[in-house]
């Protein structure tokens, strides 16, 4: 029998129904609430990423575990599980110094190839239920290759005979040439500080090798940064200097990685981007190579530099696909096949440059995932590319304050031989996203760049070019003019430019000698300051009865200053613009040296 109701009761029965609905929702809500307390695991509106992200197929087995977007006590119980090792404990918890995250960094090494299975009570990005994988790489050879230890010149200044000054021959200058000093870090000599008529401030002699020399800032004050290059008794690292060039920090990749020199990133947040290099087993069969050829993986770190932690990292292997290099296979050796050189912090997301796929992956930060990809020489790209606007082979990308984006291309498109500085505005969503140039600025001698290279524009809209393996420096106006053109007598990675205010350590250096017909020659150096207008020369018997015995303006980092008679003893003093005494040396006898 169909029994009806009216339209009020039907009301009346929803209502209960709704009602009794509500009741069980919020009694569901409320064991659910129950539980999650009972586990210690607060509830999260948001996911946690994890670093090294869900799926990554080449992991350090010294790997740590990364949680971001998470409290360092609200993590909860995390369980870490090798197919292999099988359980592994944590042997401590690091927590981020910015409070939004923290490092488990397990008691024991993990076994190479294994997959490791990480079950938490926590949403994270890339994850299912909260629970993820990784895998292992198998890894193949050492380190990168050594230079040799650090050796004393031969002919080093007169005043400081364990530096010898690199050669720079300045072919151009302009009163519009924007404000500071040019930094350069040579292959064959060392770190180096120069104005722009080519006068070296400062000189810190190196270990052969590309040390990627820049000024930065740190915790609002300027800082040196410069790769130490690797030697047989100690690894590659990145060193910071104050303005007094004293070390106040050195950064090394975590996770068992080794430092590499193409990138040191000082984000302003008390974190640094860095590149390491590790060789991996791979399948090669897809570009013709065998089922297990050593390949190289290229990786980006942000490090913690209060602790050391890594809060993100990301590989080329697993997320650039290797039928995407220009870059062939050489013999039974490691495969370069992506080549990463500069990494850009660029808002939620990382521009990450690949010399060997001549691309740009924007990778966002929370999650690990290429967004898109930029590719200057007509293969596959995201952007459409007009012929104006391609690039290959690049190094040092950096997204400018308008929104542009500059690179150094190596012009290895071809057709294209000259190396330039190339500016270019992505336009247009979707399918219709185009790179567009904006200004192109070729180097003055009209070379490509085999190697190396880097591009800054700089505040005022000058555009700064170091060309790499050419061995030579310009500075440009925004409408392409040269304003500085200089070679070198050595290459350098990158060029630089900006102001310093170096407050040397100890006094300055000072060595004399007598010449043929009687006259003294003083030679004085203070390595680090730039601010000397000239020296005065003082001689006398001691400290208490000196007089002027001559004096010259400063001509470089050491300066010659002949004076008439030296009566027993000589001193330098170094004066400032302003008439202001800066500094002096020791007061020593003639043909004595001091520092």
Known sequence: MLETVGMSGFNQQRSAMHCGRRTRVHLVVLIALLLTGAVGVPSASGKVSVFPSPGTPVASETTSFSFRGVKPARLGPVKIVGSVSGRHGIARRVRHSDGHGVSLVPKRRFADGEVVRIRTHRKI????????RIRI?????????????????KKGLRSRPDLKLPRIKVART?????????FLGFRNSGLTILDNLGRVTWFKPTAFG???????TLDGRPVLTYF?????????????LN????????????????????????????????????????????VGGPADGPVADCVVQEIDLKTGAVLFEWHAVGNIGLRRSRERRHGPGSWDAFHLNSVEPDGKALLVSSRWTSSIYRVGRASGQVNWVLRGDGGRSDFKVGRAARFAAQHDVRRLPNGEISLFDN?????????????????????????????????????????????EVLPDGNVLAGWGNSASLTEFSPEGKVLFHARQGSSSYRARKSEWDGIPNGRPAITSMRGKHGPVVVFASWNGAGNIARWDVLTGPDPDHLTVAGSADWRNLETEIPVASANGKVQVVAVGEDGQELGRSALVPVGRRSR
């Open 243 to 286: 303005r007094h060039y004293r070390k106040v920090a050195e950064v090394t990749p975590g996770n068992g990685y080794k430092a590499d020199m193409h990138e040191f990133h000082l984000t302003g947040r008390g974190t640094a981007l860095i590149l390491a290099y590790r060789t991996v087993r791979w399948d090669l069969r897809a």
């Open 210 to 216: 590309f040390n990627n020399f820049e000024p930065q």
């Open 137 to 153: 790489g198998r890894f193949t050879g050492g380190s990168k290759k050594t230079s040799h230890a650090l050796r004393p010149p």
């Open 411 to 455: 012009a290895g498109v071809p057709g294209r031989r000259v190396a330039s500085v190339l500016i270019l505005k992505l336009e247009g969503k979707g399918r219709g996203r185009r790179a567009v140039k904006v200004a192109r600025y070729r180097n003055p001698d009209g070379e490509a760049s085999a190697a190396t290279g880097g591009a």
């Open 174 to 182: 302009s009163a519009m040439e924007a404000p500071g000093d040019y």
């Open 125 to 132: 990005r890339l994850a299912r239920h909260g629970d993820f």
């Open 228 to 240: 130490r290059t690797p030697t047989p008794n100690r690894d590659g690292a990145y060193v910071i």
